[in-house]
């Protein structure tokens, strides 16, 4: 990884090796990390990680209230609407990647088309 890289782990504790991403963050071999698992659950008060400066702690099971449900769905049919109408996602984290994806009809147009076509 490259030293402005930051690890992000959301998926299970024990994919990252904690002990080699303590060492890695500390040489500045990358520039941070953001977790919310961690090797050991629930996550040991006295875990390095949890003191560092470059590391950004989450709660797992943030997700799992019945209010991040309810969000959840709005969120995901509002970028869903951005996308077809030829916008990016505002959840879009590397925006960088915008500039990649090729140029597309928006969504719109061709309902709109579609609504003067009758067959």
Not at 5 to 34: F, H, K, M, P, W
Not at 85 to 99: E, W
């Amino acid at each position: 990884m490259k030293e402005t890289a930051y690890l992000i782990n959301c998926s299970r504790g024990g994919v990252v090796d904690e002990e080699a991403l303590i060492q890695t963050l500390n040489s500045d071999g990358i520039a941070g990390a953001g977790l919310d698992v961690f090797e050991q659950e629930p996550v040991d008060p006295n875990n390095p990680l949890l003191k560092m400066g470059n590391v950004a702690v989450t709660s797992h099971y943030a997700s799992y209230s019945e209010y991040a449900f309810y969000r959840a769905k709005i969120q995901l049919g509002e970028e869903a609407v951005r996308i077809a109408t030829g916008y990016m996602p505002m959840s879009l984290i590397n925006p960088d990647v915008a500039r990649t994806i090729p140029k597309r009809e928006r969504a719109v147009d061709w309902a709109i088309m579609s609504k003067n076509y009758r067959r």
